[in-house]
Each structure stands twice: as C-alpha cells, then as structure tokens.
C-alpha cells in the first residue's frame, strides 16, 4: 500500500507541475525568494522590518467551474502565503479578464473575500478577454520571517491543519477549510504570526497543490535536507481516504519546523487555535524524504537521484 501511494504522490500533477518553476527563475536573476511562498524583502527606509508580497492566481480549469469562488479563493490563498513566511497582510489588487458577466461574478467573489478577512481590495486591473483571475497582496512583518530554506538537521516536523471542512465541490484535491466567521481564520492566521514573531518555528510552509508529501519536498530542497516522517501521525478526517489527503490542497494547511524543546508548546498553541496539530517526523542530513506507515517504510524522494523538485538542474 505504502510504495503505491508514495508513486501516486510523486505523479500528482499538484507536485509535478512544480517542475517548471526553474525554467522561469532562471530568466530573473534576483532569486532570493525563489523558494518562498511570498517575496521578503528588509527595509530600513519604513517602520516594518519587512515587507512581503505575493501573487496567486486561480487554475484555469477551477476557476471556470465557479467564477464567484475563484474571485474568494484567490484572496484567500494570498493570505495564506503571506502569513506562512510570519507576515500580516495589508491590502491586495486584482487581475481579472473574462467576458462582462465573468467579470461582475469574480468582482463579487473578490468582495466576498474583502468582507470575509477584513483585507481591502485597493486597486487592480480588468481586461475584456480570456477568463482569469488573480491578486497581487502585500504585506508587513517586525520580527525574523519564516523561510523555506532554513530547516535544519534535528528540527522537528510539525504539520497543522483545520480538518473541519469538505473536498472542494470543483477539484477533488482540493479541501476547504475556511468558510468560517472571520474571527475565526484570524485566530488561526495570528496564532502563526506570533509563533513566528517569539522565534519559535525555524522554517515554515503552507500546503500547496503539491500536497503534503510535496510541499515537504519543497522545504527539504530549499533547505538542503532530508527528512523522515510518519504517515500515521497526519491530521486527517476520519471519512477522507489517507491516499487522497496526503494529495490535498490544504485551504487552511501548513508546515513548520521547530526546535525539539519547542515541539510540544508549538502542537499546543497550534490546536488551541483551531488547526488539528501534530509532531510526525524529523529533518535530517540525508538529502533524502523517507515515509513510514503502519510497518511499512519507502523513500518519496531522493534529491541526489531524483534531481530537483523544482526542475533546477535544467
């Protein structure tokens, strides 16, 4: 069961598509955000530290499912990506294009999205042509941010996630976990932010398209690490088959590392907050992401025969 599911997760599309990301680095030579979820940069010229910005925009085969949705799902995912790396999110601009009655339902989706977290659409730009819809967010932090690319060997692995929700009605990897009272999701985004702020996570993450096993990937790739984890200890519905979720896209999902001593105060802040957190496994120096379930183990993957997750080395 294990090595089936460990290939089924390696051929996710979520994960593989991943591997375009450094064909599209590689034309830009300020790459030292290339591994996070939103750009960080420091200033000294303003009174935050640190200024973050993200872009995401909706999938073309989601976003013509729900046009109304897609217009709440891409604020939504913005703050995610913010707050992973530690950030409080300030305001966002769209991007959108679509025939005049596409236009008004992904404007009403976005204005939902306002109205659910309290963060305000500022600006943006509208085109009459092809269905699309994005958003660019900024955002501000005071403290060291969380980055993908500073776990270290003998962190441990925590793994977060808001089980009460349902699979999205228009992609079956997908599962929606916000569709909450806004006091609600705050809790749980500033319950991360001032984790971040005491210094008490090393690395951090939201679970992405790639699902589970690959948004670790990509933390062990950025960081230059290995990892083992136990499968057993994921947050997962009771009705949800493991299979599946480990491919999930998580609406209110995330990974951190942490120091061994923080371990239990951290799983402890997490859930009082909302999300079913847990320890599952350890960052190691093997260059490898090893799985175990039940008394089965498996190797998901290896970064000196697999190459890059990010298609790097092309």
Known sequence: MLHQLVNNARKHKGFTCKHILGRVISQFPFT???????????RKDISAKHVFFTADAVSPFILTKNYRRAGKTAMLIAINDIVAKGGTPICAVSLISGSIPIIRQIAEGLADGEKLTGIPVVGG?????KPYCGVAMIGRGYSTPLRSTTAQDGDEIIIAIDTVGYPSPVYKYSFIAWEKPKEDLWMRWKTII?????SRLTSGKDISMAGILGTLAMICEASSVGATIDLERIPRPEDIP??????????MGFIFTCKHEDTFMVTRILNRAGFTARYVGKINSTHKISVSYKNETAIFWDFDTDGSVYGLEE
């Open 32 to 42: 030292d955000n290339f591994y996070e979820d939103s750009a960080i940069l420091t």
């Open 125 to 129: 730009h509208t085109a009459i042509g």
């Open 194 to 198: 001032s984790l971040a702020d005491a």
């Open 242 to 251: 493991f299979s599946h979720w480990v491919r999930m896209f998580q609406t």
